[in-house]
C-alpha cells in the first residue's frame, strides 16, 4: 500500500508539473504615437525582454501567464519625412517596466500540430517616464516641466499625467515544438494604453511667459523648439489628443515545459 501511495503522489507531482511553463522573450519595444507618422518604424525600436510564469489549462488550448517586461521607447522628429513634424523639432525617451497577467488561446490543438497560432489578451500595469536632453545635453525629466500646462493653474482642464497606469495587452504569436521540453515561439504584443502622455506630447502650445514663470526656462526650452518659431504661440497644435499613444513588444521566445508537455489522451 506504501508503494502505491508514493506511485499515486509521483503521478499527480509530474501531472501537476506538466502544466507549468516559463518563457523567455528577446526582441525589441517599439512605440507608436504623437512623434511618429507610422505604427511600425525600425528607428523607434529598441531591444527588451519579457519573462513569463504560465500554466496550461483546459485541454491544452487555454494558457495563463504572469509576468514582467522592460524595453524602452523613443523618438525624433528630424526622422520623420514631413516638414510640419520636423519643423516641430520633439524628441523623447523613456524605459517601460511592465506587470501583466494575460489569458493566450490557442487556435488549434497542441496535441495534434507541431506549430499552431494563437491570440492573447488581458491586463497590465506600466511605468514610464519620459526625458530628453537640453541644450547643455543634460538629462532632464519632462512630467515635472508641464510642458503642455498641466497642473498650472492658468490651465485648470490639463491635469498632470501619472507616471504608472493601466494598459491592456494584445496580441498574436505562433509557437513552434522543438522537443519535449522546450518550444520556440514568435510572438507580437501591443499594449493599448488610457493616456497620450507616453512621449509628452498630446494637444497644443501653451503660453511661453506662463510657463517660464511656473517652471523655469528649461520648461520653455523643451516645450517649444521649433525650428522655425512663431510669434503666436499660445494654441498652435502640438500633438494629437485625439489618438493615445501605444507601446509594443515583439520578438523570439524560448518556453520550457516543467515536468515535460503536457499531452492528451483521446
Avoid at 8 to 37: H, K, M, P
Avoid at 103 to 128: C, L, S, T, W
Avoid at 211 to 229: D, F, H, M, Q
Amino acid at each position: 500500500m506504501k508503494s502505491i501511495f508514493v506511485f499515486i503522489l509521483f503521478i499527480a507531482n509530474t501531472c501537476f508539473a506538466q502544466r507549468w511553463q516559463a518563457e523567455l522573450l528577446v526582441g525589441v519595444s517599439g512605440y507608436s504615437g504623437d512623434l511618429s507618422e507610422r505604427y511600425f518604424t525600425l528607428k523607434t525600436m529598441r531591444p527588451a525582454v519579457n519573462l513569463n510564469l504560465k500554466y496550461n489549462a483546459f485541454d491544452n488550448l487555454i494558457v495563463f501567464r504572469a509576468g514582467v517586461g522592460y524595453g524602452q521607447v523613443s523618438a525624433h522628429d528630424k526622422d520623420s519625412k514631413a516638414s510640419d513634424y520636423i519643423d516641430r523639432n520633439l524628441n523623447f525617451k523613456s524605459n517601460i517596466l511592465e506587470g501583466s497577467f494575460c489569458v493566450e488561446v490557442n487556435m488549434f490543438g497542441p496535441d495534434r500540430f507541431d506549430g499552431y497560432p494563437y491570440a492573447f489578451a488581458g491586463a497590465g500595469i506600466f511605468h514610464f517616464d519620459p526625458y530628453t536632453f537640453d541644450k547643455n545635453n543634460t538629462k532632464t525629466y519632462l512630467q515635472p516641466l508641464s510642458t503642455e500646462g498641466q497642473g498650472l493653474l492658468q490651465y485648470p482642464d490639463r491635469k498632470p499625467y501619472s507616471l504608472t497606469q493601466f494598459c491592456i495587452p494584445f496580441g498574436i504569436g505562433w509557437k513552434m515544438k522543438l522537443t519535449p521540453q522546450f518550444d520556440i515561439i514568435y510572438e507580437l504584443g501591443s499594449r493599448l494604453l488610457f493616456t497620450d502622455y507616453l512621449d509628452d506630447v498630446s494637444t497644443n502650445y501653451v503660453d511661453p511667459d506662463i510657463l517660464l514663470a511656473e517652471r523655469g526656462a528649461t520648461a520653455v526650452e523643451l516645450a517649444y523648439k521649433r525650428i522655425s518659431p512663431s510669434p503666436v504661440v499660445e494654441g498652435l497644435k502640438r500633438g494629437n489628443p485625439k489618438v493615445k499613444d501605444q507601446y509594443y513588444f515583439s520578438g523570439i521566445k524560448i518556453l520550457y515545459h516543467f515536468g515535460g508537455r503536457l499531452t492528451k489522451v483521446y
